[in-house]
């Protein structure tokens, strides 16, 4: 088998949240969701992305939490700084200031809203993997963006230097089988629940929002999926669905995670507007998940 450009971050990357109390970020709690990925033994940790509530952190607090991260980290597992944007502009000084604080990677949102032209997005990944000396991993989300890299696009970003992984979120096997196909980038799934499927196709890990409840469970899906250990990887992938649905499906990411861990004391739970609690019907049924994957929930008011 081929190695692919970013080979190195394959296994399991954690986006990890961001706690919040009252209102303001809970660094001490992010020390202690640090230590327990890196004691889980993950590869890589994702700060300020959408699981992180990127969308509502300051500017000053988006640069704070990605420094944190890596001091804390200290270089026991990859740091990949969620450092992107919908502006060039404000995309190049975050990413460059993350370089500079010690970020192994750069994970670069396509931008969204203002849904650029495939030559766009094109130049704007160009312009950010110029612009510094850490490896770049495209983030393709059409769900939250409003549009999608297309794979031709994608094969054009193959060719510039730096830039060596997808992070592939459109839900869409083809999508993934056909950039595997025309490029030698590594790919990560975006979505918990495809993770077997698009490793059955030549992906190398996920970046998962799983992973801040469950990281060994997610660890062992992903070793066995890559070394082709199809009856445990299928068995690990049943038992995970339910409760990796659900961390999407009850609600908007990062809302089911962030209660989740809530009920299982390893944060507040808060969130900043416009994201808004789990209803009561949500809890019931993220209570009841957890339990039946063996996790004590506690019950959350």
């Not at 699981?51 to 804390?72: A, F, M, R």
């Not at 495209?138 to 830039?163: C, F, H, Q």
């Not at 992903?222 to 038992?239: K, Y």
């Not at 507007?273 to 019907?281: E, G, H, Q, S």
């Amino acid at each position: 088998m081929t190695t692919r450009k970013g080979s190195d971050f394959a296994g399991l990357s954690v986006a990890i949240v961001t706690p919040f109390r009252d209102g303001e970020v809970d660094y001490g709690r992010l020390r202690e969701q640090v230590e327990f990925q890196i004691a889980a033994g993950i590869t890589c940790l994702v700060p300020a992305g959408t699981t992180g509530e990127s969308p509502t952190l300051s500017h000053d607090e988006h640069e704070k939490v990605i420094g944190e991260v890596i001091q804390i980290a200290a270089g026991r597992c990859k740091v990949m700084a969620g450092t992107g944007s919908n502006s060039t502009a404000e995309a190049l000084r975050l990413t460059k200031r993350a370089a500079a604080e010690g970020a192994d990677a750069t994970l670069q949102v396509a931008p969204y809203y203002n849904k650029p032209t495939q030559e766009g997005f094109y130049q704007h990944f160009k312009a950010v993997a110029e612009a510094v000396d850490i490896p770049v991993c495209v983030y393709n989300i059409p769900g939250r963006t409003g549009k999608n890299i297309e794979v031709d696009t994608i094969a054009r970003l193959s060719d510039v230097p730096g830039i060596t992984m997808v992070k592939e979120a459109t839900g869409s096997l083809d999508q993934c089988t056909a950039v595997l196909g025309s490029t030698d980038l590594t790919v990560l799934s975006g979505d918990d629940s495809l993770t077997l499927p698009m490793i059955s196709v030549g992906a190398e890990g996920v970046i998962s929002v799983a992973g801040n409840i469950v990281p060994g469970d997610m660890i062992e899906l992903v070793q066995a999926a890559v070394a082709g250990d199809l009856a445990t990887a299928q068995r690990l992938h049943h038992r995970l669905y339910s409760l990796c649905s659900n961390m999407l499906g009850l609600a908007t990411n990062p809302i089911p995670v962030k209660a989740a861990m809530a009920m299982l004391g390893r944060d507040s739970g808060e969130l900043r507007l416009p994201m808004t609690p789990l209803d009561d019907a949500g809890k019931e049924k993220l209570a009841a998940t957890l339990n039946a994957f063996g996790i004590s929930a506690a019950a959350v008011s």
